[in-house]
């Protein structure tokens, strides 16, 4: 069992900068990925930055490359996802999530094993 707990998440005009972080309750390096979700009131639960823990490897939807940077930090457990440039489209709540399946398929179809409880980001226009 692990449990992830984020921070870092707010309100804040459209350009404006964020950092999200997780702390996970065990050793990140168990993990094959660690990713960021968010997900919109009425709307799927959508993954859109992850990285392979192991080798650093890190992987973007394109509503989000060149934008947002997803890193880890093993001697801490953190994963953080740093964000810049945000737009009105980006308001959502924030997750955290952790997969133990091999080759990240959890994440991959959206189903990791663990979850945060999630953080609120506004964008405002």
């Known amino acids: 069992q692990v449990q992830l707990v984020e921070s870092g998440g707010g309100s804040v005009q459209a350009g404006g900068s964020l950092r999200l972080s997780c702390v996970a309750t065990?050793?990140?390096?168990?993990?094959?990925?660690m990713a960021w979700f968010r997900q919109v009131q009425g709307r799927e639960r959508e993954g859109f930055a992850y990285?392979?823990?192991?080798?650093?490897?890190?992987h973007y939807i394109d509503s989000v490359r060149g934008r947002f940077t997803i890193s880890q930090d093993n001697a801490k457990n953190t994963l953080s996802l740093q964000m810049n440039n945000l737009k009105p489209e980006d308001t959502a709540m924030y997750y955290c999530a952790a997969d133990y399946t091999s080759f990240c398929a959890g994440v991959r179809d959206g189903h990791p094993d663990y979850w945060g409880q999630g953080t609120q980001v506004t964008v405002s226009s």
């Open positions: 065990r050793n990140t390096l168990d993990t094959y990925c």
């Open positions: 990285i392979w823990t192991r080798s650093g490897l890190t």
